[in-house]
């Protein structure tokens, strides 16, 4: 079946460390990719996305995401994390099919200790 | 600018009963989505209006429906609750032709019982 997988679902880290998270999804053809964040008590924000072009992309508070098409994987980085980096994080997936259909991974706790 | 508000933030319904849930999308935005979201899974896609006609469905069973109005805000109606549907509803719009970003808003928590 067609899905998006987030291999972690919980991460601990250290301020400071580096992060990686990893998404994989199984769509054939192009598709559109987008990393949301949901901070504690806040809703669904955008932290970056890729449509096209260059496959590495920047997005808010210092994070950026590759997009391999020969892996399907869609994988989110930041160098550095700090405390306030502690928030669920969600990939997903537009297979493109002329519809504006997202499909969400599991989500990824991540709990960055100070 | 107002982002994308949903009303109401709780909701508790007893099992069988019907509930209508409420969207208002961002200024400018011409399309809503909703999504259900249970305890520790992602969005799951329900529909999507756009033109006030529902445009692509998921994989959710009739009792949901919903409608879209000509100043573009949507509601979701879920009809003989279960208590499967207790989750997280949540209303994300964007505009049509576009980039495809959706804007959450911060959904309404329903409880049935």
């Known amino acids: 079946a067609q899905s998006v997988s987030q291999h972690n679902h919980h991460v601990i880290l250290s301020e400071a460390a580096s992060l990686e998270l990893g998404c994989n999804y199984s769509?054939?053809?192009?598709?559109?990719l987008f990393w949301y964040v949901q901070y504690p008590g806040q809703h669904l924000q955008l932290l970056l996305k890729y449509f096209s072009g260059d496959p590495l992309v920047k997005g808010i508070k210092g994070f950026e995401a590759e997009f391999i098409k020969s892996k399907f994987s869609f994988n989110l980085r930041k160098p550095s994390v700090q405390w306030s980096d502690t928030a669920e994080y969600f990939c997903a997936v537009n297979p493109n099919t002329g519809f504006q259909k997202l499909v969400f991974g599991t989500g990824t706790r991540l709990l960055v200790s100070p | 600018d107002a982002g994308v508000t949903q009303s109401p933030t709780h909701l508790i319904k007893t099992r069988g009963q019907q509930v209508t849930l409420r969207c208002s999308p961002k200024s400018g935005h011409d399309t809503v989505s909703w999504y259900q979201q249970a305890l520790g899974q992602g969005p799951q896609f329900i529909f999507q209006?756009?033109?006030?006609?529902?445009?692509q469905r998921g994989n959710f069973p009739d009792r949901f429906s919903g409608h879209q109005f000509p100043n573009y805000s949507s509601e979701l109606n879920v009809n003989a609750l279960l208590l499967g549907d207790s989750a997280l509803y949540l209303c994300?719009?964007?505009?049509?032709?576009?980039?495809?970003?959706?804007?959450f808003g911060p959904g309404t928590r329903l409880t049935v019982t």
């Open positions: 994300a719009s964007s505009v049509r032709t576009g980039t495809y970003e959706q804007y």
């Open positions: 209006y756009y033109e006030e006609e529902e445009r």
């Open positions: 769509y054939g053809g192009t598709v559109n």
